[in-house]
């Protein structure tokens, strides 16, 4: 079949799989960013909730919340959605987010 078409209806043919392939990638990519937006958000809502009542299962509970936002990043690295710097500013910066608030939940609570 292949022989009976011209390179014009070829070259067609590979723009349409090419498409296909980036806007399927491009799904994936927006599902994985999508869930570790939604970490994201749900551990800062956890971690923000500490004002009102700060106990240490909470506190694990915050710290497995981070191991897990660590694993996706890193997934999400391996597979080419983020750039190991951008992975890296990210968990930074939750991390940063993280040690600020116990910290001063610590201090208000020694006081």
């Known amino acids: ?10 070259r067609k043919l590979k723009k349409r799989k090419l498409l296909r392939k980036v806007s399927n990638k491009t799904e994936k990519n927006k599902q994985i960013t999508k869930k570790i937006k939604v970490l994201m958000k749900n551990f800062k809502k956890i971690v923000l909730g500490f004002k009102s009542n700060f106990s240490e299962e909470s506190k694990i509970k915050a710290e ?3 191991k897990q936002i660590y694993e996706e990043v890193d997934k999400a690295t391996s597979k080419g959605v983020f750039h190991k710097n951008e992975a890296a500013r990210k968990k930074s910066r939750i991390t940063t987010f993280y040690n600020k608030t116990i910290g001063n939940l610590q ?3 020694k006081v």
């Open 64 to 66: 497995e919340m981070l």
């Open 1 to 10: 079949m292949s022989e009976m078409l011209s390179k014009k209806q070829k």
């Open 107 to 109: 201090n208000l609570t």
